[in-house]
């Protein structure tokens, strides 16, 4: 069995997932999902037109997994159930644009949210007001209409956006402190908000040199 997979355990917990709703759910997320990755990329292609260059660098999308969706409705203390899942998740769909420059995160968050078609819910700017352990990105929750056969749905989604420098460092970041068998020392803590630090002024650099060329 795989490592997510769901058991009867934890269908049971989930109890209205009778006629298949949970899975009925992810796959209104999953469409979601896909409009927001198509936005950007239709973004970047209008966007290469007109600059000759790409804003976007790559774009990672994922689900939350049925053990994760799981874990956070018990650790907030919500119903699990199906319904809960789509009233009280907002991370359920992610997207994460990884961007050139830092200017391009915000061209590109203007850009979205100013479609007609995207609500925004809420905002988090890490990189204006970096947390305390370094991190940065730009956090949007949208809500995003997807047109099914008889009706039209609208879903949550996460888009996180941020500079190479900003992903290269959140993943390290993610991958050091979840470490098994090993401690996340406060040294470690402050080394790694040293390096955050120091991608912050490597984009700040880069920003410059993108000034200097114009683009
Ligand atoms: P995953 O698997 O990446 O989705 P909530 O979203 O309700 O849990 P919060 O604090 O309001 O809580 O959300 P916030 O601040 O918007 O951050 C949520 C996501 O941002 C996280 O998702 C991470 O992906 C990323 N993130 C936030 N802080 C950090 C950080 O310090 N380091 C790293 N590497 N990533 C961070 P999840 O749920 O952790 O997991």
Known sequence: MQKNEKTT??????????????DELMAYFKCAMMEIETKFRV???????????????????RLKTFKSIREKLIKNDFPLTVNSVEENLNDVAGVRVICSFERDVYLLAEALLSQDDIELIAKKDYIAHPKDNGYRSLHLIVAVPIYLVNEKRTMRVEIQLRTIA????????????????????????????????LSS?????????RKLVNV
Do not use: V
């Open 166 to 197: 900003m992903d290269s460092w959140a993943t390290l970041e993610h991958q050091l402190r979840y470490k098994k068998n090993i401690e996340f020392t406060d040294e470690m803590a402050e080394e790694l908000f040293r390096c955050s630090q």
């Open 9 to 22: 355990e934890n269908i049971e917990l989930l109890a209205e997932d009778k006629a298949g709703q949970y």
């Open 201 to 209: 002024e490597l984009d700040h650099k880069m920003d410059n040199l």
């Open 43 to 61: 973004l970047n292609e209008e966007f290469s037109l007109q600059y000759d260059r790409n804003p976007i660098s790559a774009i990672k999308s």
